[in-house]
């Protein structure tokens, strides 16, 4: 009883019973001297070495239990087939391949001993397809169609159909199609065939069966009736060559002439109803009108439909359109005429969106318990995929013509090759597809049915493992190696559909009209004309630098020009923001990451390209820090880094250099990286979709800072200039010996103190220091002079990046005085010798780096200097009031325009300072709210107070803002310092354009206006 009770589990080690859950005893049943005469049962081994090498074939199967079974009722089917016809088998059983008895062997079992090639094909169809197993079992007979060829090759497997015996036609189209469909999939699953080849069977094969649908349909029409000229033109999977085993087949029926349509519509109705009965249903609701049109259209209704009335996704359609059967001439002529129309749909304003919005309703319509398990059309399936690339096929295919391919992977690949999709992602797009529709066939070819919803069931699973050929492995079953990669792969292809159909550069590429979009000599030259490029032929000498060649870099560039085009000539120097772009492309073309960037990094190319074109000062800044640009691809990277952040960064970067010119080179580089951050976020804050948007630490958005809000900007650049100086400090102290215990500090003044800086502000400083104890004053003189000499000479190296100037000459006595002093002659000298315009200056006085408890005592020394207990004397508001008007008159430069000059006009910027530092004054020793460094800040205060009436508060908080945005435009536009703002040319249209406004003419009167109100405020505050 002991040696056959193991004999299923000696039979497990085979792989049976895994499915069955019997250990095998079903497997050992149909083996045994009762069934196959495989295997004996006494000894636990085969019956001989042929029987072994049919147990080894079928322990390869995908799933061995079923393709044990399938074979046995072949060869029982095999067996009565042969009873029935009379001849005799030599016994009720079946015989083995070398098994005792008298028996004779099974004609089958036979060619599977004698022909390994049939063994491992048909094998491999019994474990994967319980279907054609069953269609096997009927027809026993096509199990030798698998045989090998005399010449040692495998059967031929490329979808041709092949005549079969038989009266009925329909009949024998459904055997001729089993034969061809058995044929392709033991290709398939034996490593004959990859998978576009596969695919390409498949869909010949629907084309062959088509046909012959076709020809039986003809011949069955009523005597008389002519032979109409119908073309049934394939779509979907089918057009596109990428068939699978079980699917509808897309088709559009075509007629010639309004005589052919009687005819034609029978022919198509009953090929329909062939082909339902032979293969697979077949699909015509791609029509116009969908179900609700006429099945057959002419070919001018077609046209006429399409022109007028054809929606998005109808042209996306298009795309896989290909000739299958009937008159094949029309179904091109078809196709050729429709072209033009598919290739401008991309052009419509909705049409991006329009595909994009067909995605989300496909995944809306799935059932929710079924939407992770659908490979097909749930996130990271294959619509992914082929949406996304079928939308790149729309709206670069315009001016590509490699780009219109109907099938999915020679598309992703002419995008790959036409620099439209990078390398890596066409490559895990590939992959990912390969792998999906492996997982279809193998579940499709299973049963036959149409199904793209991984199973749950464990047996299933193990199955759909087993067919797509994964193994255990240690600690990891093949169940689990299958979900891995599966799970791998979904979450690749869902991150590429995203990135890829909502990329922002697909719209701007949509507006481009098709022609714009095929830069070649003559049209580029028209093009830049129109454009308004005021040197065509320069321009075009850039564009041709830039796009020679068959390189990969050239192929990018002519994909992303025709929108930077678009985006220069809306500026006002369409040139120089494609020289900067040529400048910048030159430096960092080699690069693999450029060109990647601004093809796939979101919003980047257009920002470059606003960002080059409208301001020079950021252009300098690229050209000398081109990979600054990464900036402008993530939103949270064009917010200004806090006060803290910029100090630590920057002492962290000084402090890895012993070296302090080697220290402050790295702080300065620091500085130009935070400079294009504001530059940039500054340039594009009124750029509608391009204006950045950071988030906060919470999550939620924040505005950017820009020219809309002048005074963040102001106090983001004071930030960048105080961490520089810090770092700067740090070097220059640790490069100069000094007294132990000196304590040293540098005090912001101007703007600086203020958190009003520009882009090309000099740092105002006084330089304190504080002797140790005990210490001689002039050594500690001495050293304080040498650490401040340090400081600006570090500063001032001569350097790629943009200098900042360390200017000491609001220090007492001015240039004639000593550029350091200690806190004590400090504090004499204000107690003595100040002036009121050194009282004024000092309201702006602010600790920026140094001994934090220096500029403490510093700034607590200073207040009662700058804020007066008693005020101001009627003789000091007088001298302020005469120095004020001398400014006006000496400063102003000769020529200037007073009403336009944003720093010494007429209510600008010195007009509103000068009022409200007379208001702090008078009136900041009582009043507390008023001591502080900001303008803005303290003439709320003073409005508050009641110092100042409100109405004079707006219009003065009004003109010094407007000043102040005008201005920072000026430097931005100009790159270089400069306070007048011209009244008309392309620097005014620069800063009208940047500040938001389109009339440069309207702009220049509104300025005009609020310079005057600006001034009349201020003129009645300094006169109070």
């Given amino acids: 009883m002991s040696r056959p009770t193991r004999a299923p589990g000696r039979l497990a080690r085979y792989g049976f019973g895994t499915a069955e859950g019997d250990g095998g005893a079903r497997a050992a049943d149909l083996l045994g001297p009762d069934g196959l005469r495989l295997w004996r049962p006494e000894e636990q081994e085969p019956t001989d070495e042929p029987a072994g090498e049919l147990l080894a074939a079928l322990s390869r199967a995908a799933d061995p239990d079923l393709a044990l079974r399938q074979l046995h009722r072949i060869v029982e089917a095999e067996r009565r087939a042969t009873e029935g016809s009379g001849a005799s088998s030599g016994g009720s059983g079946a015989g083995a391949p070398g098994g005792s008895g008298d028996d004779a062997h099974p004609p089958l079992l036979a060619e599977l001993h004698a022909d390994p090639g049939l063994r491992r094909r048909l094998i491999a169809v019994l474990g994967a397809s319980s279907a054609l197993g069953d269609h096997l079992v009927a027809n026993p007979e096509h199990c030798l169609t698998l045989r090998t060829a005399p010449d040692g090759l495998a059967p031929i497997a490329e979808g041709r159909l092949e005549p079969t015996d038989g009266g009925n036609p329909t009949a024998a189209l459904r055997s001729a199609y089993r034969l061809a469909l058995l044929r392709i999939a033991a290709a398939d699953l034996t490593g004959g065939r990859g998978l576009e080849q596969t695919m390409a069977a498949l869909s010949a094969l629907a084309d062959a069966t088509l046909a012959a649908a076709y020809e039986i349909a003809v011949t069955e029409l009523a005597d008389g009736t002519e032979r109409p000229r119908l073309a049934v033109v394939a779509m979907g999977k089918c057009g596109g060559g990428e068939l699978n085993y079980v699917s509808d087949v897309d088709v559009i029926f075509v007629a010639a002439e309004d005589a052919d349509l009687s005819a034609a519509t029978v022919v198509a109705t009953r090929l329909i109803s062939i082909c339902g009965l ?105 619509r992914d995929i082929e949406f996304a690339v079928q939308l790149l096929q729309l709206v670069h295919g315009r001016g590509d013509e490699t780009l219109r391919e109907p099938g999915t992977i020679p598309a992703l690949r002419a995008l790959v090759a036409g620099g439209y999709v990078g390398r890596a992602d066409g490559e895990a797009l590939l992959r990912g597809y390969r792998f999906l529709r492996s997982v279809e ?3 499709q070819l299973q049963g036959l049915r149409r199904t793209h919803t991984v199973p749950t069931e464990p047996g299933a699973l193990r199955w759909l493992a087993a067919a797509l050929g994964f193994t255990a492995a240690p600690g990891r079953s093949a169940v689990e190696s299958f979900r891995a990669e599966w799970v791998t792969h979904a979450t690749e292809v869902r991150r590429l559909h995203a990135k890829l159909l909502y990329r922002p550069l697909l719209e701007s590429v949509a507006r481009v009209p098709a022609d714009g979009l095929r830069l070649t000599p003559e049209a580029a030259r028209h093009r830049l004309e129109i454009l308004g490029f005021a040197d065509p032929a320069g321009a075009l000498r850039h564009l041709q630098a830039l796009t020679g060649g068959v390189s990969r870099t050239a192929a990018i560039q002519r994909t992303l020009l025709p929108v930077l085009l678009s985006e220069f000539a809306d500026a006002p120097e369409p040139d120089r923001g494609l020289l900067n772009y040529r400048k910048v492309s030159d430096k960092l073309g080699s690069t693999p990451w450029y060109l990647r960037l601004l093809r796939d990094g979101g919003p980047v190319a257009r920002r470059l390209a606003r960002v080059l074109s409208l301001s020079r000062y950021v252009a300098d800044l690229l050209a000398r820090d081109p990979e600054a640009l990464r900036l402008l691809a993530e939103e949270n990277e064009l917010a200004p880094r806090s006060r803290e952040v910029l100090r630590e960064g920057f002492l962290a970067a000084a402090g890895r250099h012993t070296d302090p010119v080697e220290a402050t080179s790295a702080v300065r580089a620091l500085r130009r990286r935070e400079l294009v951050r504001v530059a940039c976020a500054d340039v594009l804050c009124r750029a509608g979709s391009l204006a950045p948007s950071p988030t906060r630490p919470d999550g939620t958005s924040r505005p950017a800072p820009g020219l809309s809000d002048i005074t963040q900007v102001g106090t983001a650049l004071a930030d960048v200039t105080d961490a520089t100086l810090a770092a700067a400090l740090r070097a220059a102290q640790a490069s100069q010996p000094a007294p132990e215990g000196l304590r040293f500090a540098v005090i912001g003044m101007g703007r600086l103190g203020g958190y009003e800086s520009n882009y090309l502000s000099d740092a105002d400083v006084l330089f304190v220091y504080d002797p140790p104890a005990g210490a001689s004053d002039s050594a500690a003189s001495a050293a304080a002079h040498a650490i401040a000499e340090e400081l600006r000479r570090l500063l001032g190296v001569p350097a790629p990046d943009p200098p900042l100037g360390v200017d000491a000459d609001l220090r007492p006595e001015g240039r004639q005085g000593p550029l350091v002093r200690s806190l004590a002659a400090y504090a004499a000298y204000y107690a003595r010798w100040s002036r009121v315009w050194e009282s004024q200056a000092l309201l702006r006085a602010r600790f920026v780096c140094g001994d934090a408890g220096l500029g403490a005592e510093f700034e607590a020394m200073i207040d009662p200097v700058r804020y007066p207990a008693e005020g101001l004397t009627r003789e000091q508001v007088v001298e302020i009031r005469r120095i004020k008007a001398r400014v006006e008159t000496e400063r102003l430069p000769r020529g200037a325009d007073p009403a336009t000059h944003t720093k010494l006009g007429r209510g600008a910027l010195a007009d509103v300072e000068w009022a409200v530092q007379l208001v702090q004054l008078r009136h900041a020793g009582a009043n507390p709210a008023l001591r502080g460094t900001r303008t803005l800040d303290a003439l709320a205060a003073a409005e508050r107070a009641g110092l100042i009436d409100p109405a004079d508060a707006a219009e003065m908080a009004a003109g010094w803002s407007l000043a102040a945005q005008v201005r920072n435009a000026l430097m931005l536009v100009r790159g270089r310092a400069g306070d007048q703002l011209p009244r008309h040319g392309v620097e005014l249209a620069g800063v009208v354009r940047l500040l938001g406004r389109d009339d440069p003419g309207e702009f220049l009167d509104e300025y005009l206006r609020v310079g005057r109100r600006s001034r009349a405020a201020t003129e009645r505050v300094l006169n109070a």
């Fill in 278 to 382: 032979v293969a697979w249903p077949v699909d015509a609701a791609l029509r116009p009108e969908g179900n609700r049109g006429p099945l057959v259209r002419t070919l001018a209704s077609h046209l006429a439909y399409y022109r007028r009335w054809a929606r998005t996704w109808e042209f996306q359609a298009l795309l896989k359109a290909r000739p299958a059967a009937g008159d094949l001439p029309l179904a091109q002529e078809w196709i050729d005429q429709l072209a033009p129309l598919v290739w401008r749909a991309a052009e419509r304003p909705e049409a991006v969106e329009d595909v994009r919005a067909m995605r989300r309703r496909i995944i809306d319509h799935i059932p929710p318990k079924e939407l992770e398990r659908e490979i097909k059309r749930g996130p990271g399936g294959l």
């Fill in 441 to 443: 066939h193998r579940l």
